[in-house]
């Protein structure tokens, strides 16, 4: 795709941007404020540009006249880059220099890091844990009448070195009729052992040569939602992914809560039956899209967080939730993927990712795989942050991890207009420092419906920075703007007039909203915080952060910084690995090494229950402050701050 | 018990037997014939005898006169030993000196073994393949709260020695509760591998000691029963044991028309059913005899031969019976019994033995393993007689198996009055040289209803002996008795006439029930042979027979030997295990070194298809004779004749 060179007026900041991309987003990636209330809908004709040098597609409104038509005036939130532009924003929409320089950072995501399948080619490490071998066996003969199986066994050995080998009893029932199907010439599916020490068992055979059918399952269970990928091992390519919400969530948001309900009588049972219910509705569908034979699917790599992994496979999750919080089991030997009611084949074997304990589960332990973090030289902070935030800190040498609970916060739940990253909700803000009028871009650019994660934290960063709020998180009771209201005793923002929203309500920020972040983030924070004090270092330390979960993929990280959630640290240095759950269950899929280093992993895994630490309350307590109550934890944002007290001098 | 020595008049024969012996068996015991048409049912009244010293317990009849009765007369079938005796037999029963003198030999059965447990504690052999383990294990604390499973592997680890410890998911699925029922006490049920590199799994944990029961099930699966033991291991006593018809007779009598209606539709999926059914029956049935909690039970060892495991197992048996003879395997890894469809907890492992080919099956190797020619220095010929026989030469240091179809002649199958040695069938016979008038045995002294195996072969050997019937097994023509007709062309042999028997039919030995049990005996004969012949060896050089079966139990081994069934040798050399199979299907439970030792005798055990061996031909057309073309084979046997000879110039 071509890419296009911006550059915004008056401030002389420039942006490169893909083809399509609409002005008002470009402007906010290059950290330019426009004025905008319906989220880029094209309705409340605020983001009047002026396009100055080149063209760009639509743009045109009945909110523009023809005059302003022709004097360049377009709306940003409608009008497409596909070429070169310099666009001004008018001069109405902001005072003077002093302001100019309180413009945002440009807008700062973190890279996205893919699974590097070829890496794993090169370095000869794709032996994935099952493999097809397809044979010509000798017909027997009085001479030679070796048992079916010991006739297959035999030829594994002598023709490639395959040892320790024992047959399924579904393959030895199978053998006589399929390996006279098609003249002894069959095709064995073998699933080799984490160590060189145990038995590679044959699991299927079929007859002929289906080595190009070799497929295998990778699986998130997620306590919201479930993602499954069909993989093809022969070229470790995603043939098809599919996400579907946890039929579980209606009986408990959270892993307590359904904890609580799977104590009940018949609870187990119920929660169990519901996941799987789940988990066949994805293979129905991403087998269906792949177009494979179900046949060739040999193995369902599956990761989920300890809660999750117990009601997958019916194990009472009662003391995970009672100090001292123990798990039924971290490791898990390969099941049978129709003993847990899976609808695959018989001899379908499923592979359960390992955990460290009750709060740092086999997703953590996927992504820790997934990320690489425990083969990398730099001290890494491995962050997923759902409801639950799942803290990993270390490298190949140490790892340490623990776990605390976020609140909902990142996931818009627990706000008074808070929603899931859906359309309509705000998921990016800036701020007209002089009138305090809102730039709001929606997700689907939409008019809002509510405020996302992302949009949370680039919101409260943004007031911060401006001074709109304090460091405890309150407005400044002393501006003059209709905006900023107090409601039934609670101070807000108002993001969204009433008739500019999906809702007829007012989108409001509250202060209660902001204290939420505030604990969210502190909860993190300080947990890191923690993390790094029981192994005697600090956050400076910290050479890589690694982002995974949902969460991580728009967050603004210049804004994570500012309001205290990351470490501040050169954006280039975070990484964003999405499903990290997946990718480990997908890389485990495709590389049997994977296995076997995953129990090493899980052992060197230091846990540390937070909640038994006694440093742990005193870094929440100085966390719960914008960004810190240490602002020299956050130098950079110091050293802003500094600036613009000269600068207002 | 006690034992009192009986003396034969005028023989001057003695014989000690158990008191209440009855008076004609011990008679028959020492080869001493009396008349005897009823069975032993007391109502021929012909087996009158004189007791000259001593008194009996019983024997008066209304067959004996008040006078009689005064001489000392008694019924030998009806007089108890109580005390030693002296016994005349009535004159008029033999004729003069050079008759005495054609007396048979004393009866021999042989040795019965019974398996030497003292022997494996004493080696330190007794080290069963699953093992209860009773631990208490510290509660977990904060600082100690390793995952329940870990808990329990590390302290088997640190407490038990024990390694490469993985758990079954059922007991991950229990472990939770169970392990806080009684404080963290708890009893792990541990199935070791068959060799060190394998995996030990824990199939099982209960709450609390429960050390104290700790059972196994040994099953012998036959054609036509099924045999079980329940055994305690921790002392290795038999518990309880029944028999019962395998309930797939009604469809076949033998394997191959098993298999042929394996191979109809749905055929398998039946004998399968049934056969399990069959198993289930004598499991609940054992289990209640036994009064042992089924919780304890953890293994169950099956032995069968190669169809009957591949039925027991759904494998299909079609290309047993079928050149060149392949069965689908003959290793089988550890199978939960619920799988199977076996009526047995969720942790119980089924462990099949391991078969050579498709007519030396898991029955035979059991038999191997239980009797111990794998470990003997002799040259043993090891012989399991059914319908078909198995044959194994060698020693520790080779073994050679075929198996040979006999016949169903000793089962008592085929003959015209033959049947099973069950109440009525005559199981012994003696023979006045004179009078030709019969001494007919049956099992529970009741009136005969027909000929058992036993019984046929003492017939054969009586009469060959005394030179009724030849060494083609045809009737003198010539003899004055009315006991030797022909009938429709065939000539026979009347063992019983019609008012004594309990058919209301003359029960008779026909010529053609003879040439049935010569072609039995020359097949095994030649068998033996023919193997001998493959490895460079000679009958003489076989130093012990061991003989396994129902057929071997009561067998007159000199009778056995006169027919040319077993090689002439010193009947004190020849041993009786009984149920082989089911021997070593105990012995296995009770230590894991049979286990691994199995695997590998399997692999030393040669296999001969006697159909495609050139020599097996001729060596079956030398053996159909009585007892061997070569009577130079049969010295002791040629020396009787020639002394005969001489005697009766």
């Given at each position: 795709?071509?890419?296009?060179?911006?550059?915004?007026?008056?401030?002389d900041?420039?942006?490169?941007?893909?083809?399509?991309?609409?002005?008002i987003r470009?402007?906010?990636?290059a950290?330019v404020?426009v004025?905008?209330?319906?989220?880029?809908e094209?309705?409340?004709?605020?983001?009047?540009?002026i396009?100055?040098?080149?063209?760009?597609?639509?743009?045109?409104s009945?909110?523009?006249?023809?005059?302003?038509?022709?004097?360049?005036?377009?709306?940003?939130?409608?009008?497409?880059?596909?070429?070169?532009?310099?666009v001004?924003?008018?001069?109405?929409?902001?005072?003077?220099a002093?302001?100019l320089?309180?413009q945002?950072a440009?807008?700062?995501?973190?890279?996205?890091?893919?699974?590097?399948?070829?890496?794993?080619k090169?370095?000869?490490?794709?032996v994935?844990?099952?493999?097809?071998i397809?044979?010509?066996l000798?017909?027997?003969?009085?001479?030679?009448?070796l048992?079916?199986i010991?006739?297959?066994?035999?030829?594994?050995?002598l023709?490639?070195d395959e040892?320790?080998?024992?047959a399924?009893?579904?393959?030895i029932?199978?053998?006589?009729?399929?390996i006279?199907?098609?003249?002894?010439?069959?095709?064995?599916?073998?699933i080799r052992?984490?160590?060189n020490?145990g038995?590679t068992?044959?699991?299927?055979?079929e007859?002929?040569?289906t080595?190009?059918?070799?497929y295998?399952?990778?699986?998130?269970?997620?306590?919201t939602?479930?993602?499954g990928?069909?993989?093809?091992?022969?070229?470790?390519?995603v043939?098809?992914e599919?996400?579907?919400?946890?039929g579980?969530?209606?009986?408990?948001?959270?892993?307590?809560?359904?904890?609580?309900f799977?104590e009940?009588?018949?609870?187990?049972?119920?929660?169990?039956?519901i996941v799987?219910k789940?988990?066949?509705?994805?293979?129905?569908?991403?087998?269906?899209r792949?177009?494979?034979?179900?046949?060739?699917?040999s193995?369902?790599?599956?990761?989920?967080n300890?809660?999750?992994t117990?009601?997958?496979?019916k194990v009472?999750?009662?003391?995970i939730?009672r100090s001292?919080?123990?798990?039924a089991?971290?490791?898990?030997?390969?099941?049978?993927?129709?003993?847990?009611g899976m609808?695959?084949?018989?001899?379908?074997r499923?592979?359960?990712?390992?955990?460290?304990?009750?709060y740092?589960?086999g997703d953590?332990?996927?992504?820790?795989?997934?990320?690489?973090?425990y083969r990398?030289?730099?001290?890494?902070?491995y962050?997923?942050?759902?409801?639950?935030a799942?803290?990993v800190?270390?490298?190949?040498?140490?790892l340490?991890?623990?776990a605390c609970?976020?609140?909902p916060?990142f996931?818009?739940?627990?706000?008074?207009?808070?929603?899931r990253?859906?359309?309509?909700?705000?998921?990016?803000?800036?701020?007209?420092?002089?009138t305090?009028?809102?730039?709001?871009?929606?997700?689907?650019?939409?008019?809002?419906r509510?405020?996302?994660?992302?949009?949370?934290?680039?919101?409260?960063?943004?007031?911060?920075?401006m001074?709109?709020?304090?460091?405890?998180g309150?407005?400044?009771?002393?501006?003059?703007?209709?905006r900023?209201?107090?409601?039934n005793g609670?101070?807000?923002?108002?993001?969204?007039?009433?008739?500019?929203?999906?809702?007829?309500?007012?989108?409001?920020?509250?202060?209660?909203?902001?204290?939420?972040?505030i604990?969210?983030?502190?909860?993190?924070?300080?947990?890191?915080?923690?993390?790094?004090?029981?192994?005697?270092?600090?956050?400076?330390d910290?050479?890589?952060?690694?982002?995974?979960?949902?969460?991580g993929s728009?967050?603004?990280?210049?804004?994570?910084?500012?309001?205290?959630?990351?470490?501040?640290?050169?954006?280039?240095?975070?990484?964003?690995?999405?499903?990290?759950?997946?990718?480990?269950a997908r890389m485990s899929?495709l590389?049997?090494r994977?296995?076997?280093?995953?129990?090493?992993?899980t052992?060197?895994m230091?846990?540390?229950?937070?909640?038994?630490?006694?440093s742990y309350?005193?870094?929440?307590?100085?966390?719960?402050?914008?960004?810190h109550?240490?602002?020299n934890?956050?130098?950079?944002?110091?050293?802003r701050?500094?600036?613009?007290?000269?600068n207002?001098k």
């Open positions: 795709m071509s890419t296009y060179k911006l550059k915004f007026l008056p401030y900041t420039e942006i490169t941007v893909p083809e399509g991309e609409t002005v470009a402007a906010l990636e950290g404020h004025n905008a209330s319906c989220g880029g094209g309705v409340c004709g605020k983001c009047r540009v396009i100055e040098d080149g063209t760009v597609e639509g743009g045109i009945e909110k523009l006249s023809q005059e302003d038509q022709d004097q360049g005036y377009r709306l940003a939130c409608q009008s497409a880059v596909k070429n070169d532009l310099v001004r924003i008018p001069v109405e929409s902001f005072m003077d002093s302001v320089k309180m945002a440009p807008r700062r995501t973190a890279h996205i890091k893919e699974m590097n399948f070829e890496e794993l090169e370095k000869g490490l794709f994935a844990p099952v493999e097809k397809c044979l010509e000798p017909e027997p003969t009085a001479q030679d009448n048992p079916d010991t006739r297959l066994i035999s030829y594994l050995n023709k490639h040892h320790r080998l024992e399924d009893l579904s393959v029932r199978k053998i006589p009729d399929v006279r199907e098609d003249d002894f010439k069959i095709t064995a599916t073998l052992p984490v160590r020490v038995k068992r044959i699991i299927n055979i007859s002929g040569d080595t190009a059918q070799s295998t399952i990778a699986m998130d269970i997620g306590t939602t479930i993602y990928q069909v993989i093809d091992l022969n070229s470790g390519a043939l098809a599919e996400g579907e919400f946890n579980q969530i209606s009986y408990g948001e959270d892993v307590i809560s359904r904890i609580v799977a009940k009588p018949g609870g187990l049972e119920k929660l169990n039956r799987i789940t988990i066949n509705q994805i293979i129905k569908r991403i087998v269906k792949s177009g494979v034979d179900p046949e060739g699917i193995t369902i790599t599956l990761a989920g300890t809660t999750m117990q009601l997958l496979l009472n999750p009662r003391f939730r001292p919080y123990v798990p089991a971290t490791l898990y030997p390969p099941i049978k993927a129709t003993d847990l609808e695959l084949g018989e001899h379908v499923a592979l359960v990712y390992p955990a460290v304990s009750s740092v589960g953590i332990v996927a992504g820790v795989m997934g990320s690489g973090i990398t030289e730099a001290l890494t902070l962050l997923d942050v759902g409801t639950n799942e803290i800190i270390g490298n190949k040498d140490w340490a991890c623990a609970s976020a609140g916060a996931e818009g739940g627990g706000l008074k207009f808070g929603m990253a859906a359309k309509g909700a705000i998921e990016d803000f800036s701020l007209d420092p002089v305090l009028e809102p730039m709001i871009i929606t997700i689907g650019n939409v008019r809002p509510g405020i996302c994660g992302s949009g949370l934290i680039t919101m409260v960063a943004t007031m911060f920075e001074g709109i709020i304090n460091n405890l309150k407005f400044d009771r002393d501006l003059d703007t209709p900023i209201r107090e409601n609670v101070y807000e923002y108002v993001l969204a007039w009433k008739d500019e929203t999906q809702i007829d309500r007012d989108v409001v920020l509250t202060e209660i909203d902001i204290e939420n972040l604990r969210a983030k502190g909860a993190i924070y300080s947990g890191c915080m923690t993390l790094l004090t029981e192994v005697g270092m600090s956050i400076q910290i050479e890589h952060i690694i982002l995974a979960g949902g969460f728009y967050v603004d990280l210049e804004k994570a910084m500012t309001i205290g959630l990351l470490p501040e640290m050169d954006p280039d240095k975070v990484t964003f690995i999405g499903n990290g759950s997946l990718m480990g899929s590389t049997n994977i296995r076997k280093d995953v129990v090493e992993v052992k060197k230091t846990n540390f229950e937070l909640s038994d630490t006694p309350m005193d870094n929440y307590v100085a966390a719960l402050f914008l960004p109550t240490d602002i934890q956050f130098p950079k944002l110091k050293a701050f500094e600036a613009r007290k000269k207002q």
